[in-house]
T-cell receptor
Framework: DAGVIQSPRHEVTEMGQEVTLRCKPISGHNSLFWYRQTMMRGLELLIYFNNNVPIDDSGMPEDRFSAKMPNASFSTLKIQPSEPRDSAVYFC???????????FGEGSWLTVV | AQSVAQPEDQVNVAEGNPLTVKCTYSVSGNPYLFWYVQYPNRGLQFLLKYITGDNLVKGSYGFEAEFNKSQTSFHLKKPSALVSDSALYFCAVRSYSSASKIIFGSGTRLSIRP
């Protein structure tokens, strides 16, 4: 079975450029989560969706970050403009809304120079 | 508000010895509790969970965890450590609310020496 699929796996971009990270959740899952992992801050929840609707975006660092989920099988996390401090691993995860276990993708490793 | 504390940044154990990775939590109402493991350059992998019932939960790779409601703890254990268990371990909590988010601890790096 396919797990959570993220792309790109690695991205190196210059400061000021737009970055778009993509996620395909596990089929049938209706909750989707975006996390950011850094050495300094650990694993932070940025935003999560239930049934394609954003429920809690309090973890989104600032207006440069935006996330969308246009349908049940696709979500994007966009950073515009990107800054070096955005360098991190961004994980997407999915679960059933009334389930409990969430499953992670392999992450998108972002470096902003 | 939900929170998870993993008081040890690193745990060092000799191969063959028992290991414990500590976790305490705070949540309104009854919790779902989880352990995940992360190997280098990989995503988090699910190890085990507590929902209800028996306080001792068994999971993947010989790991188990004990739920203690009075101490609000969910420590991860294994009777005999392997070098291959060396990784980063995360404890997580989710409340019974169906629309709630899952919160992770800061992680504990487990190092097993041969």
């Amino acid at each position: 079975d396919a797990g959570v699929i993220q792309s790109p796996r690695h991205e190196v971009t210059e400061m000021g450029q737009e970055v778009t990270l993509r996620c395909k959740p596990i089929s049938g899952h209706n909750s989707l989560f975006w996390y950011r992992q850094t050495m300094m801050r650990g694993l932070e929840l940025l935003i999560y969706f239930n049934n394609n609707v954003p429920i809690d975006d309090s973890g989104m660092p600032e207006d440069r970050f935006s996330a969308k989920m246009p349908n049940a099988s696709f979500s994007t996390l966009k950073i515009q403009p990107s800054e070096p401090r955005d360098s991190a691993v961004y994980f997407c995860a999915s679960s059933l809304v009334d389930g409990n276990t969430i499953y992670f993708g392999e992450g998108s490793w972002l470096t902003v120079v | 508000a939900q929170s998870v504390a993993q008081p040890e940044d690193q745990v060092n154990v000799a191969e063959g010895n028992p290991l414990t990775v500590k976790c305490t939590y705070s949540v309104s109402g009854n919790p779902y509790l989880f352990w995940y493991v992360q190997y280098p350059n990989r995503g988090l992998q699910f190890l085990l969970k507590y929902i209800t019932g028996d306080n001792l939960v068994k999971g993947s790779y010989g790991f188990e965890a004990e739920f203690n409601k009075s101490q609000t703890s969910f420590h991860l254990k294994k009777p005999s450590a392997l070098v291959s268990d060396s990784a980063l371990y995360f404890c997580a909590v989710r409340s019974y609310s169906s629309a709630s988010k899952i919160i992770f601890g800061s992680g504990t790096r487990l190092s097993i020496r041969p």
